[in-house]
């Protein structure tokens, strides 16, 4: 049996949590798996239909982290467990055992200045399991500058589920929707400074002069959401910009499924990295390349020039370029064709047997 120790679970919606069901569900498929998580609201029909047992921890976030660790500490001394996976350094800080800790790490809950307090505490848990399993190679990478011991880490790339079938009366909206739009760009994201809206709305600014039907579709929410409309405004593009919010899985999809472009460029902000951009991946499912930025891991996700672009995401010029340059002679085209065969690498299925490695 496995413990999966998680602060980041469905039914909230969000990219870790995305993961950490995505793993759970496979390692079920192979594993007796146990899974401690946070406690959500309506959790329990969603509790119901999983194959494996979720054992809630509610209360506030430090009695929580102390009650977690206290129950999880409480089963093992009655139950055979192999080993223990978390989603965070936090989740396994309180926990004493000697049974083999493993610990995801995705980039900006790591990123905290060498010597200060929260990096000593990163490198004192980081370095007391038997693996660290990075998201990309920038993780690691920024990993053992921080002071993680380079012997213990490991990339694993996040995997992703098979995407779904696309929904036919969604599929029809979008096209009623866009209509004669055409480029098409997307970008599905938290607004937040590290994900550089901003400089994509100022891009679009100088595109709509050569593409004067270009749509910018943005969904998502976020901090920084008034702050994008009101750019949008004050550049007189609200005839190339759409907002979504709060919509279905199937109209999501169908959206991307009809866009030529994902775009997320996104830098480093104070200590928000990008660790490594499953939103790619997802993008590519549907034969959707990406314009990804330099600062984090998108290059896992992207390869560069042939399944999409990297650019200086810090740098408009370099924004602006590199989508004339994929718009230009409907380059998206073959990177989106390409994308769509290297995805297949980052199944479940897959990515759970670089698990197994490191588990037997």
């Not at 994509?200 to 998502?220: D, E, H, W």
Request: a positive charge; aromatic letters at 8%.
């Amino acid at each position: 049996m496995y413990l999966i120790i998680t602060r980041s679970f469905p039914p909230e919606y969000g990219g870790m949590q995305s993961l950490m069901w995505g793993l759970t569900n496979e390692m079920s498929k192979n594993f007796m798996i146990k899974v401690f998580a946070d406690y959500m609201e309506n959790h329990k029909e969603f509790d119901k239909k999983a194959n494996f047992s979720i054992e809630r921890v509610g209360g506030i976030k430090f009695l929580r982290k102390i009650r977690k660790a206290h129950l999880v500490s409480e089963f093992l001394k009655d139950n055979k467990v192999k080993g223990l996976i978390a989603d965070h350094w936090k989740s396994l800080e309180l926990i004493k055992t000697d049974k083999k800790k493993f610990c995801l790490i995705h980039g900006k809950e790591i990123n905290h200045q060498k010597g200060s307090s929260l990096n000593k505490r990163v490198i004192k848990v980081l370095n007391n399991v038997e693996k660290v399993i990075a998201n990309s190679e920038y993780t690691k990478n920024l990993a053992i500058n921080n002071g993680v011991n380079k012997d213990k880490i490991i990339v694993i790339n996040p995997g992703v589920d098979p995407a779904k079938d696309l929904n036919n009366k969604s599929l029809e909206k979008v096209e009623s929707l866009l209509k004669t739009k055409s480029p098409r760009l997307i970008t599905v994201s938290r607004f937040d400074k590290r994900k550089n809206h901003e400089k994509i709305i100022m891009a679009l600014r100088n595109l709509k002069q050569i593409y004067p039907n270009l749509v910018y579709i943005c969904i998502g929410y976020g901090d920084e959401e008034q702050n994008i409309k009101d750019l949008v405004k004050e550049l007189d593009l609200g005839p190339q910009v759409m907002f979504f919010k709060d919509i279905s899985d199937d109209l999501k999809n169908s959206l991307i499924a009809k866009s030529n472009i994902f775009v997320m460029p996104s830098i480093i902000y104070k200590k928000s990295v990008e660790g490594f951009g499953i939103a790619y991946i997802e993008a590519a499912q549907y034969g959707v390349p990406s314009l990804g930025g330099k600062d984090g891991g998108a290059s896992d996700a992207i390869k560069h020039e042939k399944t999409g672009l990297i650019c200086d995401g810090n740098e408009l010029d370099d924004i602006y370029s590199s989508l004339n340059s994929m718009i230009e002679n409907k380059k998206y085209l073959e990177f989106g064709k390409n994308a769509k065969e290297f995805v297949s690498k980052f199944t479940w299925e897959k990515t759970l047997e670089e698990y197994k490695k490191i588990l037997n």
